[in-house]
T-cell receptor, first 117, second 112 residues
Framework: GAVVSQHPSWVICKSGTSVKIECRSL??????MFWYRQFPKQSLMLMAT?????????EQGVEKDKFLINHASLTLSTLTVTSAHPEDSSFYIC?????????????FGPGTRLTVL | QQQVKQSPQSLIVQKGGIPIINCAYE??????FPWYQQFPGKGPALLIA?????SEKKEGRFTISFNKSAKQFSLHIMDSQPGDSATYFC???????????FGKGTRLSVIA
C-alpha cells in the first residue's frame, strides 16, 4: 500500500516551454501533497504544500507564478513549470499523505528528472 | 537555521556491520520522526518512524533509538548488506498536517 506515482519520470524540454508533472496517490486518498526539489547530493527542498481543493502554500523564495500547483482531487496533484529555463533543471519529487490519519506516513513518488536545454 | 541536524555526512561499513546514523533536533514540538532511504535517481522510501513516547522501535533489520531528553534519535541497520548502500534521511514533523523537515542526509556505503 501507500504508493505514489509520478509522470513523466524524465523530461527534456527547450528553454521557454512549460512542463507539467503529474503526481498520483494510487491506493490512498491524499488530502495533502507536497512538492520537493532535489539537487545532486543534496537534501530535499520543500517547494510547496497543497491541500485538496485549496490553493498551494509556497515556501519562501519559490515563485508561485513559475511553479503552478493544482491539487484538484484526492488522488492527483500537478506541478507545471512555466517558461522553464536551464536553472530549473532538477529532480522534482512529490509526496502525499492522508492528513486525516493522525501520525500517518508521508509517501514519496519516484521523482521526475527535468532537463531544460 | 537547520532544525534537524544529521551526522555523519557519509559512512562506510563492512558487510555485516551495524552503521549508526544520528539526528538531533531543537524544537520539542516535533512529534513524528521518520527515516527515509533513497537510491540514486529514485524517490525516498519510508523505512521506519517513531513517536516521542517510545524509546525504541524495530522493523526487520532497522531500529530507531529515541532519546527525548537529549532531543536525539538514531537509525541502526543490523547485519548491513551491500544492497543497503543508499542515502538515508532523518526527518521530523510537528503535529497536524505540516510538512516534514529533513536532515541533510547520510551516504552509506556497505562494502563486501
Amino acid at each position: 500500500g501507500a504508493v505514489v506515482s509520478q509522470h513523466p519520470s524524465w523530461v527534456i524540454c527547450k528553454s521557454g516551454t512549460s512542463v507539467k508533472i503529474e503526481c498520483r496517490s494510487l491506493d490512498f486518498q491524499a488530502t495533502t501533497m507536497f512538492w520537493y526539489r532535489q539537487f545532486p547530493k543534496q537534501s530535499l527542498m520543500l517547494m510547496a504544500t497543497s491541500n485538496e481543493g485549496s490553493k498551494a502554500t509556497y515556501e519562501q523564495g519559490v515563485e508561485k507564478d513559475k511553479f503552478l500547483i493544482n491539487h484538484a482531487s484526492l488522488t492527483l496533484s500537478t506541478l507545471t513549470v512555466t517558461s522553464a529555463h536551464p536553472e530549473d533543471s532538477s529532480f522534482y519529487i512529490c509526496s502525499a499523505r492522508d492528513g486525516r490519519i493522525a501520525g500517518g506516513g508521508q509517501f514519496f513518488g519516484p521523482g521526475t528528472r527535468l532537463t531544460v536545454l | 537555521q537547520q532544525q534537524v541536524k544529521q551526522s555523519p555526512q557519509s559512512l562506510i561499513v563492512q558487510k555485516g556491520g551495524i552503521p549508526i546514523i544520528n539526528c538531533a533536533y531543537e524544537n520539542t514540538a516535533f512529534d513524528y520522526f521518520p527515516w527515509y532511504q533513497q537510491f540514486p535517481g529514485k524517490g525516498p522510501a519510508l523505512l521506519i518512524a517513531i513517536r516521542p513516547d517510545v524509546s525504541e522501535k524495530k522493523e526487520g533489520r532497522f531500529t530507531i533509538s529515541f532519546n527525548k531528553s537529549a532531543k536525539q534519535f538514531s537509525l541502526h541497520i543490523m547485519d548491513s548488506q551491500p544492497g543497503d548502500s543508499a542515502t538515508y534521511f532523518c526527518a521530523a514533523r510537528y503535529s497536524g498536517n505540516t510538512p516534514l523537515v529533513f536532515g541533510k542526509g547520510t551516504r552509506l556505503s556497505v562494502i563486501a
